[in-house]
T-cell receptor
Framework: AQSVSQHNHHVILSEAASLELGCNYSYGGTVNLFWYVQYPGQHLQLLLKYFSGDPLVKGIKGFEAEFIKSKFSFNLRKPSVQWSDTAEYFCAVTPDYKLSFGAGTTVTVRA | DADVTQTPRNRITKTGKRIMLECSQTKGHDRMYWYRQDPGLGLRLIYYSFDVKDINKGEISDGYSVSRQAQAKFSLSLESAIPNQTALYFC???????????FGPGTRLLVL
């Protein structure tokens, strides 16, 4: 079955540490890729997206993601996290205007 | 995003009751979606609508129905609520020119 896989369920790290969250998808053909973030008690917000062009995309709040087509991956990175980055992060894929989400990764940043 | 609103924000109901969750948007988007979020499962698509006259089932539509009353309004109904429908429900919108979806604040539903 077509799916979106996020490698880590829960990540705990200290402020200033680097963050990388893995995302792999199993759809063939052309897809659009997204990372959404859900801060505690809030709704989902778009962090960044990839439709085409430069496979390294930059989003809000210092986040970036790299699309590697050969690996069907779209990993999210941030060089130095802050306490305010504590949230749940979702990778999503749209082959046909319907978002398919990964299960999410909870990131806890310790001050 | 204040452009997408959901009512109610929280709801407690009993098994067997019929309830309706409502979504309104002022973004002028033609496409609307209903998702449910469960811990460890991410968001799953319940129903979606690309136009006022277009309604489509998502991956988990059983036990749910929807109504697209206008371009700006998309309601989700649980005809006879059951406890495993306890979840956080999100409405989202997008336009036909791009696939970015914008989410409402969510409705937290508890079925006893």
């Amino acid at each position: 079955a077509q799916s979106v896989s996020q490698h880590n369920h829960h990540v705990i790290l200290s402020e200033a540490a680097s963050l990388e969250l893995g995302c792999n998808y199993s759809y063939g053909g052309t897809v659009n890729l997204f990372w959404y973030v859900q801060y505690p008690g809030q709704h989902l917000q778009l962090l960044l997206k990839y439709f085409s062009g430069d496979p390294l995309v930059k989003g809000i709040k210092g986040f970036e993601a790299e699309f590697i087509k050969s690996k069907f991956s779209f990993n999210l990175r941030k060089p130095s996290v802050q306490w305010s980055d504590t949230a749940e992060y979702f990778c999503a894929v749209t082959p046909d205007y319907k978002l398919s989400f990964g299960a999410g990764t909870t990131v806890t940043v310790r001050a | 995003d204040a452009d997408v609103t959901q009512t109610p924000r929280n709801r407690i109901t009993k098994t067997g009751k019929r309830i309706m969750l409502e979504c309104s948007q002022t973004k002028g988007h033609d496409r609307m979606y209903w998702y449910r979020q469960d811990p460890g499962l991410g968001l799953r698509l319940i129903y979606y609508s690309f136009d006022v006259k277009d309604i489509n089932k998502g991956e988990i539509s059983d036990g749910y129905s929807v109504s697209r009353q206008a371009q700006a309004k998309f309601s989700l109904s649980l005809e006879s609520a059951i406890p495993n429908q306890t979840a956080l429900y999100f409405c989202a919108t997008s336009d036909s020119t791009q696939e970015t979806q914008y989410f409402g604040p969510g409705t937290r539903l508890l079925v006893l």
